[in-house]
């Protein structure tokens, strides 16, 4: 049995496209993924990839993935990274495959000089979290995550920009 980590090529897109349904089937929002292989292909290995993916093989077989994307932190003034998902398939958890994908993203994020390695969790994910803690991982309770998407996000993009005081004086 051996574990290997490699980085994803155009010809993975159906395999992340499948692990990205999984994920999303195990924390109950398959509903939300429109996601085809098109987007996966622009966006992943497209001429402006935003997106880069890890895939874990076990004996050869594709068996989970990370995708993840550089993000920036002012306040440390460097790049990191944001894994945006991370999956490994229920028969093979327990083997240090999402460990070893992990491991595989700090590496990266040093490799690259950046600061930092983060990622969401839902609440109720119990297993992950302690998974997540069992690795070091601290969570940022302070903190809580904000989305505008959809009819949210083309409301704002459409609000007109503040009118300018007709008291003011150029400067």
């Known amino acids: 049995m051996s574990l290997r980590i490699a980085a994803a090529s155009e010809s993975d897109v159906p395999v992340i496209l499948s692990f990205i349904r999984k994920l999303a089937e195990y924390e109950k929002l398959s509903h939300l993924v429109i996601a085809t292989e098109e987007n996966i292909r622009e966006h992943v290995f497209g001429p402006n990839p935003v997106a880069e993916v890890l895939l874990a093989y076990w004996d050869e077989e594709p068996v989970g993935f990370a995708l993840y994307f550089r993000n920036f932190s ?3 003034g460097a790049a990191g990274i944001y894994l945006e998902d991370l999956f490994v398939e229920p028969a093979q958890r327990g083997k240090g495959i999402g460990k070893a994908l992990l491991a595989r993203l700090a590496k990266i994020a040093l490799e ?3 600061g930092r390695l983060e990622w969401a969790v839902l609440d ?3 297993p992950s979290i302690e998974f997540y803690r069992s690795l070091g991982a601290a969570p940022l309770d302070a903190w809580t995550s904000y989305r505008l998407a959809g009819d949210a996000l083309t409301r704002l993009a459409a609000e007109p920009p503040p009118l300018q005081s007709r008291d ?3 400067s």
């Open 74 to 76: 002012t306040f440390l």
């Open 124 to 126: 109720w994910n119990t």
């Open 168 to 170: 003011r004086k150029p």
């Open 112 to 114: 690259r000089g950046y």
